[in-house]
């Protein structure tokens, strides 16, 4: 904020915080009454008491003035990032004249008619997004036996559900050159995204769009970090959804579900974003309880809870129907294979 209008904040404020003329009759005890003027021995001398207690006014006042220079700033600043946060959101889900070859990707991809051939020639109009393509499906994570060498066999490999999901992610700005997202993205994307492909069979679901769920459904976290990275890093890497909220009047879940809507992603897939941060329950639809599940395998694969939290996960798995020895084998899988994804996901370290 400039300086300027801090002190254009702090002018008003104070002079918000002086007491009316009506006011000064009552409280002003830099002019006091001829009731004191025998013991003072005039009109210009005030006891020390009086004294004391226009200082201690004066410092009240500068004390209000200081809050409320500070909330009014603050409350500013939120303003600012909320707006910032609103027209990105805005512009991802508006639908231009002239798309993007990954928004194209993602509506031939709704298209019932559409085929390998056809998603081919779209994408190959992308060299960042075929070359992504190819080299995933060329990773130690998908072990293909014979190389993959071009567009249309890579589609085949990872399937469309994949390939929807790093369409997203290029249209979302992810896959550019030295893209910045939040630390551990893709990490734990890939960790998610590994389990949830585990767990898929458990809760009747396609591997193919839990694994897609998995990649994506952090998104908004990437989302709210490209709209103000300064915002983003002062919530610091453990925070609230409410804590997002308020700063920027939407949480990540519920921003990546919006794009995701725009987008044309399945409505039960929307739905599994919007409420990942939900607790495991029967109630919930069978892909967002894939994916909450997930989170939990992919917390445990990857260190990122305490020991009394990594035991009420298993306890929470447990109730799931995973027991001990499963649970076991899927955050052991996870662990070794989560890297590797994350390794060709990430296109800071693509050469």
Not at 34 to 62: C, H, K, T, W
Not at 147 to 161: H, M, Q
Not at 327 to 349: G, H, I, P, Q
Request: glycine share 4%.
């Amino acid at each position: 904020m400039s300086a300027a209008l801090r002190f254009g904040l702090l002018e008003f404020v104070v002079l918000k915080t002086q007491p009316s003329r009506a006011d000064a009759d009552i409280i002003d005890v830099r002019k006091p009454s001829e009731a004191y003027a025998d013991v003072l021995g005039g009109p210009n001398e005030a006891p020390n008491s009086l004294v004391s207690d226009q200082r201690f006014i004066r410092a009240v006042d500068l004390e209000h003035a200081e809050a409320d220079i500070e909330m009014t700033l603050e409350e500013t600043e939120a303003e600012e990032y909320r707006q910032e946060v609103e027209l990105l959101l805005q512009a991802l889900e508006s639908l231009p004249t002239h798309p993007t070859i990954a928004l194209r990707v993602l509506w031939l991809i709704d298209d019932p008619t559409s085929n390998v051939a056809k998603l081919a020639k779209v994408v190959e109009l992308d060299p960042l997004l075929s070359a992504q393509l190819i080299r995933i499906s060329n990773s130690a994570y998908y072990s293909l036996r014979t190389p993959v060498t071009n567009v249309p066999r890579a589609i085949a490999a990872l399937g469309f559900a994949t390939v929807r999901t790093l369409a997203a992610s290029s249209a979302a700005g992810l896959s550019e050159d030295q893209a910045v997202v939040p630390q551990d993205f893709w990490t734990y994307a890939a960790g998610v995204a590994n389990a949830a492909q585990l767990l898929a069979p458990r809760y009747f679901v396609p591997p193919s769009d839990a694994f897609a769920l998995g990649l994506l459904h952090n998104l908004g976290e990437a989302l709210l970090q490209q709209a103000s990275p300064s915002a983003w890093e002062e919530l610091g890497q453990r925070h609230t959804l409410d804590e997002e909220h308020k700063l920027f009047g939407v949480s990540h879940a519920d921003a990546g579900a919006r794009v995701l809507e725009a987008w044309r992603f399945p409505g039960a897939f929307c739905e599994a974003v919007a409420n990942h941060h939900r607790k495991l329950s029967p109630r919930e639809t069978p892909l967002t309880r894939c994916l909450i599940a997930s989170q939990l395998v992919a917390d445990l694969a990857l260190n990122r809870l305490s020991f009394n939290q990594a035991e009420t996960a298993r306890i929470l798995l447990g109730l799931e129907g995973i027991e001990d020895e499963s649970l076991d084998r899927y955050v052991s899988r996870v662990k070794f294979e989560a890297a590797s994804l994350a390794a060709v996901l990430d296109t800071a370290e693509m050469p």
